[in-house]
């Protein structure tokens, strides 16, 4: 059963609620997912502070006219069914979340594009995003890039009092 006006309004509403509150959003064809499959990934995303919604193109149309990007988006060139996901917490971490799904799930859904920081993104910036390390294993890199100077300048540091206490080994052998 078709929408009325009315209905289409507080869904735009929403909508522009949704993207205003989001730190990113990727869009998705979810053409052959099953209903099962969509719940999944649904729990999926609401556990780590994401969102899957779909829309119909029109519908997601109005909304990205009504937000500032840098390069509106064609959404009539969208294949299938279209799919928002929202990100509320880390930006990077849905793409990621949809790169897993279509692991297991092949040829059942898709990156379409998505946005960031105000700039549409295509779907291989998306996917390329996706492939990016975790926020952690970035932070951990760094801290290790860090640590790095001062823990070889302990070690040798620590040589010369190795090599001391071999020198002194080495005479108590010799006297003994």
Do not use: C, W
């Amino acid at each position: 059963m078709p929408k009325t006006k009315q209905q289409k309004e507080i869904i735009l509403r929403d909508l522009d609620t949704k993207l205003a509150q989001s730190k990113a959003v990727v869009f998705a064809s979810f053409n052959n997912l099953t209903v099962r499959d969509t719940e999944e990934l649904r729990g999926q995303l609401l556990e780590e502070q994401g969102e899957f919604l779909a829309i119909k193109k029109t519908l997601l149309g109005r909304a990205l006219n009504n937000i500032q990007l840098t390069e509106q988006p064609n959404v009539r060139e969208f294949d299938g069914q279209v799919a928002i996901i929202f990100a509320y917490g880390d930006q990077v971490l849905p793409a990621k979340l949809l790169q897993k799904f279509q692991k297991t799930h092949e040829d059942k859904i898709a990156f379409l594009g998505g946005i960031l920081d105000g700039q549409f993104l295509s779907a291989a910036d998306v996917q390329s995003l996706a492939n990016l390390p975790s926020k952690l294993e970035l932070q951990a890199r760094l801290v290790g890039a860090l640590n790095a100077p001062v823990s070889g300048f302990v070690n040798v540091l620590a040589g010369n009092l190795r090599g001391l206490v071999t020198v002194l080994q080495a005479v108590a052998d010799q006297k003994a």
